[in-house]
Every structure is written in C-alpha cells, then in structure tokens.
C-alpha cells in the first residue's frame, strides 16, 4: 500500500520536529528577556505567551508550568555563559593555569555586564528551584567543569591532589559570592576590581 502524502498543515515529522523547535526556543527567549527584566514573581505566563505569539496552551504544551519553563531557561543561560568563558580561555593554549584563570574572570565580568545572567542564575534561581535544585544546575555547568579543570592541573602537579569535586564545589561558592559583590557594587570605585582580584587570589592559594 503506497504511503499517504503528508498533509500540507501538518507536513512531515521533520518538519512538525522542527516547527516544534523553533517554538521552544522562542518562548525561551521571550521568558528569558521578561525573566530578567521584571523577575520571575512579576512575569506571568500570559505576558509570555502573547509576546511569543502563543496561546497559553501552546507553552504548557511545551513547558509543565512557569518552574518548568524557568529551570530551562536556567539551564540554557548556564550552559551559555559557561560555554562563553570556556571560549575566552580557548586562545590561552599550552598555558593550563592562565586558562583556568581567564575562564573564571570571564565567568565574573560576563555576569556583571548582563542582567540576564545576575538576576536569572544568582538571585532568582535559589529562591525559585531550591537549593538543592539550583545547586544541580550549578554543579552541571560549574562545579563539574571546574572539576575537571583541576584534575587537569593535579594532573601537571600544578595543584596539590585531592578530591576534586568538593574542591570545586567550594571554588564555585565562592565564584558566585564575587559574582554578585560585583553586580552589586557601584560601577566606580574599586569595590569590583577587589572582588576580582579577591577571587583570583584565593584561586592562586590552591596552586603549588
């Protein structure tokens, strides 16, 4: 029996796939514009809807819920900015620990000049997933590439060995206490330059 041709509406299962895709990633991008600017308690799911062009229905067919939709946003934002200071460091071949370093400054001065990454990730993020959750979301795209990071260094005896993960655990919370000293601190003034230097300080301590 020949195959039916795909109705024009529905077209074929690449396409819907796609259709889909492309849907997902606008209500991502409209949550993460509207998250970041009025927080997420002010954002309703109305508002997201009609600026993806959306009904209700259409975003609960791809999000459970608002949480559902933020942790993903949550999730896309951490695994950008953790892509981008990756990125940074990329050009700094054949020096491991100047790499490990830029990285992490990226890391601070990219949060400080975006909002999005501030207010979604840092402020917002705790309070609405939880510790517990917020700090898997973390550990995905921090804690564990940190930890890998300084395997790598244990590895060329640049850092005492030990256990990485908790290491990397500890390193993340303090990341994130400069992240938001910075973010918060007056655009003049060194209250910034010492969280960065702060930081990166305590990074060194962990060198041989």
């Not at 109705?7 to 492309?22: H, I, L, M, N, V």
């Not at 509207?34 to 954002?43: I, K, R, V």
């Not at 999730?75 to 953790?82: H, K």
Request: cysteine-free; aromatic content about 6%; overall charge neutral.
């Amino acid at each position: 029996m020949a195959a039916l041709p795909h109705t024009k509406r529905g077209g074929s299962p690449q396409d819907q796939q796609k259709r889909a895709t492309a849907t997902r990633d606008t209500i991502l991008a409209v949550a993460r514009a509207l998250f970041a600017e009025a927080g997420y308690h002010a954002t309703a799911t109305t508002e997201i809807a009609a600026r993806a062009g959306l009904t209700r229905g259409a975003l609960y067919h791809h999000f459970d819920d608002k949480e559902a939709l933020f942790l993903a946003v949550s999730r896309l934002l951490a695994e950008e900015l953790a892509e981008r200071s990756s990125a940074a460091a990329a050009g700094l071949s054949g020096n491991l620990w100047a790499q490990v370093t830029e990285a992490f400054r990226t890391y601070l001065l990219l949060i400080v000049a975006h909002a999005d990454y501030r207010r979604i990730l840092l402020i917002d993020g705790p309070a609405i997933l939880g510790w517990v959750r917020w700090r898997e979301v973390q550990a995905d795209h921090v804690a564990n590439r940190t930890a890998d990071a300084l395997q790598l260094l244990m590895d060329a005896d640049l850092v005492e060995p030990r256990a990485t993960l908790p290491l990397a655990t500890m390193i993340q919370a303090a990341l994130h206490d400069a992240a938001l000293t910075m973010a918060n601190a007056p655009e003049t003034g060194a209250t910034r330059d010492e969280a960065l230097a702060t930081f990166l300080f305590i990074l060194r301590g962990i060198g041989r």
